[in-house]
T-cell receptor, first 111, second 111 residues
């Protein structure tokens, strides 16, 4: 089983719609969780951290379910500029900064 | 801040040649990471340094790969000899307290 698993997509969603991604992780001792965004032929960039209580940043909401070991990302009122690959990222070991990246979910927003 | 700087941005070389990739982390960051990204394997951590000391090199593929960090503002990743299967995008990232910032990457093609 992969350490971090994501549905690769692609997700093709009309502009203005709401889209949700899920990600599962295998190590129950994982400490920190993130969503990164990667545009085509660009570097990954931090979108948001994911906290146990859930957190929101504008149109983006991230949730963590430790019992089921999954993380979700919800994008509301999607924009054309949201088209990208979204990477689920997990830090498995406290005190070790190593991050494990999922293979990403590709999202295309359709006008 | 200029962000993480990598050079060269593109490298095309022939099998058997030595390749050196360079990275300048963000000033003040105490951890530096080298990643490799391919379509087949996604983003893989090769090695990471903390305060210039290698902490985890379990992702380094084989003896052909080596990395150094002689000071807090510079790191190199060397491949000698290079092989076609080393073709990938190599990213350097730096961090302070777990949030990693990526450089633009070096696109390596080994013919």
């Amino acid at each position: 089983r992969k350490e971090v698993e994501q549905d690769p997509g692609p997700f093709n969603v009309p502009e203005g719609a709401t889209v949700a991604f899920n990600c599962t992780y295998s190590n129950s001792a994982s400490q920190s969780f993130f969503w990164y965004r990667q545009d085509c032929r660009k570097e990954p960039k931090l979108l948001m951290s994911v906290y146990s209580s859930g957190n929101e940043d504008g149109r983006f909401t991230a949730q963590l379910n430790r019992a089921s070991q999954y993380i979700s990302l919800l994008i509301r009122d999607s924009k054309l500029s949201d088209s990208a690959t979204y990477l689920c990222v997990v830090n498995a070991n406290f005190g070790n900064e190593k991050l494990t990246f999922g293979t990403g979910t590709r999202l295309t927003i359709i006008p | 801040d200029a962000g993480v700087i990598q050079s060269p941005r593109h490298e095309v070389t022939e099998m058997g040649q030595e390749v050196t990739l360079r990275c300048k982390p963000i000033s003040g960051h105490n951890s530096l990471f080298w990643y490799r990204q391919t379509m087949m394997r996604g983003l893989e951590l090769l090695i990471y340094f903390n305060n210039n000391v290698p902490i985890d090199d379990s992702g380094m593929p084989e003896d052909r790969f080596s990395a150094k960090m002689p000071n807090a503002s510079f790191s190199t990743l060397k491949i000698q000899p290079s092989e076609p299967r080393d073709s990938a995008v190599y990213f350097c990232a730096s961090s302070l307290a777990y949030t990693q910032y990526f450089g633009p990457g070096t696109r390596l093609t080994v013919l």
